[in-house]
């Protein structure tokens, strides 16, 4: 079965620093990967996503991810964290369309001053 | 509607109690998915229907839980004499699939259930 990991419950960073989150996943084949955003008391907002080509995807607010088939990893990254990114980050796989959504545990981000 | 819309925002039951969530998908998509997020917690599936196929059930924690979804849209999540272990909330996402192939899940607001 599919399953994601992300390894880091909690992460800081300082306002203008970069970040890289990580996410690896296990299934046999490529399949289509996610990162999902959560603010506090907010829904799930799709950051970015890779299906296939380029490994390396744009997201929205400044966000990109690599896909690394030899690594299993969908690492996300931003060059300058803002207060504002503060939120839970969630990785999710997808084997196709057909087959369920299945997410990691999430990644809270908190960003200092 | 324009997004995926579930009901009530909020519901506070007692223990022992029935409870039904429902959710509305944006029109068109055929996967609708089922997730329960507890306080500090990820998201735990539950259930997803893929068009006219059978559900995969295999997230669904107890027997107290199941799902239907009529006519291939609107779902309803009911949950049987429910616990306080059940308290969470309660999240809603829904997919167009075409062929196999995949889009992006958008969810709604989630039912936020407390029971006491």
């Known amino acids: 079965a599919q399953s994601v990991t992300q390894p880091d419950i909690h992460i800081t960073v300082s306002e203008g620093a970069s970040l890289e989150l990580r996410c690896n996943y296990s299934?046999?084949?490529?399949?289509?990967l996610f990162w999902y955003v959560q603010s506090p008391g907010q829904g799930l907002q799709l950051l970015l996503k890779?299906?296939?080509?380029?490994?390396l995807v744009q997201g929205i607010k400044g966000f990109e991810a690599e896909f690394k088939r030899s690594q299993s990893s969908f690492n996300l990254r931003k060059p300058s964290v803002h207060w504002s990114d503060a939120a839970e980050y969630f990785c999710?796989?997808?084997?196709?369309?057909?087959?369920?959504?299945?997410f990691g545990t999430g990644t809270r981000l908190l960003v200092s001053p | 509607g324009a997004g995926v819309s579930q009901s009530p925002s909020n519901k506070v039951t007692e223990k022992g109690k029935d409870v039904e969530l429902r959710c509305d998908p944006i029109?068109?998509?055929?996967?609708l998915y089922w997730y329960r997020q507890s306080l500090g917690q990820g998201l735990e599936f539950l259930i997803y229907?893929?068009?006219?196929?059978?559900?995969?059930k295999s997230g669904l924690p107890s027997d107290r839980f199941s799902a239907e979804r009529t006519g291939g849209s609107v779902s309803t999540l009911t949950i049987q004499r429910t616990q306080q272990e059940d308290s969470a909330v309660y999240l809603c996402?829904?997919?167009?699939?075409?062929?196999?192939?995949?889009?992006?899940?958008?969810f709604g607001q989630g039912t936020r259930l407390t029971v006491v």
């Open positions: 996402a829904s997919s167009f699939t075409p062929g196999g192939g995949s889009t992006e899940a958008f």
């Open positions: 299934y046999g084949a490529t399949p289509y």
């Open positions: 890779y299906f296939s080509g380029d490994t």
């Open positions: 999710a796989v997808q084997s196709t369309g057909f087959q369920k959504l299945v």
């Open positions: 029109s068109g998509h055929t996967a």
């Open positions: 229907f893929q068009g006219n196929s059978a559900p995969d």
